[in-house]
């Protein structure tokens, strides 16, 4: 047997698997688009064509809950990024000395995303929340009623959004931990020497050689913010009045409430292809330039 049969033999099982777990329910998923099926009835199903796709895109409710799906993802990513980033820089900054504050750091990512909305859930909602009360015994807010984390339809999309940075700020702040650590202590001393300040050695230093290590978050930690069901789900389900119904949550419905197959076939096309295209221009964006 040639090597390069052998490696071929080794990569079967894995082409295999994915093939039945990812290629065929995507295909499906695609090919059910195109039909008018009920979800009471999945074996009767009527060539519809591009109709689904017409009705998810003109749908008022499908839009908004894409742009609040934009809103919960550029909002959640970015105190991500900063704080992850934050921590990772301090973590390198006092070097060995931050082994304790790494682990207890990444405890969070322990943590199933039901169980860390529920905690949330627990600590925001209403006037009973830990939170409000603790804010109005320190005397900022004068009721533990006065702020409505979960039932203000102004804020609730920012609301849920915070059960999501605490749980993945971890993973962000050691992924770029790791990124400090491969950085070449040379480039920094030759900076130092040449007379560059600690902002410029930042800026001109670690940002470009970070690069790549930021490419793989955003692209990692965007995706997975845009998917997010299970977090929003089970603090708000949605509401109030779909003030938190994002994407994954507007497809979900149109499948179990309404059993509407295909036009939630549509929409979870359209979004598979959005965050595909997504991906790819961060891809192309960020690693091209660092190549360059």
Avoid: C
């Amino acid at each position: 047997m040639t090597e390069r049969r052998f490696v071929l033999l080794m990569l079967l099982p894995a082409v295999l698997f994915l093939g039945f777990m990812v290629a065929y329910p995507v295909a499906l998923l695609v090919y059910n688009s195109f039909f008018d099926v009920k979800l009471i009835d999945p074996a009767s199903r009527v060539w519809v064509g591009l109709a689904n796709y017409a009705e998810v895109l003109t749908s008022k409710r499908m839009l908004e809950s894409a742009i609040r799906t934009l809103k919960y993802s550029a909002f959640a990513l970015s105190f991500e990024l900063l704080f992850g980033f934050g921590a990772a820089l301090l973590f390198s900054a006092i070097a060995k000395h931050s082994r304790w504050h790494r682990t207890i750091f990444a405890l969070p990512l322990m943590i199933s995303p039901i169980v860390a909305g529920l905690l949330w859930r627990f600590l925001l909602v209403g006037n009973i929340g830990i939170l409000n009360h603790g804010l109005a015994a320190l005397g900022i807010i004068h009721d533990p009623g006065a702020i409505k984390w979960l039932s203000d339809t102004d804020i609730v999309i920012y609301s849920v959004a915070v059960a999501d940075i605490w749980l993945t700020t971890s993973f962000v702040a050691l992924v770029s931990y790791a990124g400090l650590m491969n950085i070449p202590k040379d480039l920094f001393e030759a900076a130092r020497i040449d007379g560059a300040s600690a902002i410029k050695r930042f800026w001109y230093v670690t940002l470009p050689m970070m690069r790549p290590v930021l490419a793989v978050v955003v692209i990692v930690r965007g995706i997975d913010a845009l998917k997010t069901f299970d977090l929003i789900w089970i603090q708000t389900q949605g509401g109030p009045r779909q003030a938190s119904e994002v994407l994954s949550m507007n497809i979900y419905q149109r499948m179990v409430r309404y059993g509407d197959l295909g036009q939630a076939s549509a929409s979870a096309t359209l979004f598979l292809v959005f965050m595909i295209a997504l991906a790819g221009l961060a891809y192309w964006k960020i690693w091209r330039t660092d190549r360059g």
